[in-house]
């Protein structure tokens, strides 16, 4: 756990747990998940009210999707973010709980969140402003979270540009469709992961117990509309996938009919031949070309020309 109090737009100063809390001043007290199964024991007396036993349930599961609701003394926000791996795939996510009252912020998240671990060390390194309030102190967190998934779309792009390529790929070798069907899992992972977010936003937005300045108005427009983005680029890159999958198996279907074509061209060259041969093929006595002194090299020369002018005609007319 750790306590951070602002006061009087100066970097954050790291409190002790049992050391009294500040009278003024914005607190904000992080626990970690795996450390804080009776976190609301201690919060509640510094809250000064009761924490509703769901909402405390639902902030120590590690995988509850995105989710807001709140109470006339603070509003509890779920919200998903990517794990420490953001370039793996399927995408790991680290849940975090924002329980947000007056100017009281408690978080519950796991060890290795890493956008709440870069909030911290920025403060601490004075490269963000201290905020000036318990929604922009959230904002600052909220924001992490989303721009890295904005930066997952660049390996996401790379990973399906290479499953495109090997797909259209002249020699059609693609023969691993359980890696297809696991990045189109991938993105239809990461479009269910923005619309709990988006829902989240929303609800939040609309249900907040504050009322929001026209500035923290914008700041959650703009996660909304960060969130849409990377939304809009999971559901291009899923379309992209099936329209190569219809692609390759389109151009498959074409070198299919192209064989069958060379083979078909050659069945009805040797169809004429093939009679030919059966009938002088046969030991009837009385058959006139048998005694011709020719006929051997006149019935060679009849297949050649015949197969030839067929072949001929086909040319012509585009078969092959």
Known sequence: MQIHHFANAMP????????????????????IREEAESWACWAEPMAGCAIEAQHVSDSLNPDHPSFFDGTTDYDMLVFQGLGPRDDRFPLETRTGAFFLFDRILITVREQDSVSFNQVHQKLADGRLKPPGSILKLAHLVLDTM???????????????????????????????WRKLLDERRVARQLEALCDDQLEALDAWRRNTRTDWSSTEEIRVRDLIEHINRVEAHANAQGRDIEAAVQLHFTALTHRTNEIMKVFTVAAVVFMPLTLLTGIWGMNFEYMPELHFHYAYFFALGSLVVLGGLMLYIFRRKGYF
């Not at 050391?19 to 001043?25: A, I």
């Not at 890295?148 to 693609?174: C, H, K, W």
């Open 12 to 31: 954050p100063r790291l409190l002790d747990s049992a050391e009294p809390l500040p009278e003024s001043g914005l607190i904000w007290v992080d626990f």
């Open 146 to 176: 989303v721009d890295r998934f904005l930066r997952v779309r660049e390996p996401m792009d790379r990973r399906f540009t290479a499953l495109q390529d090997e797909l259209l790929a002249p020699d059609g070798s693609v023969d691993d």
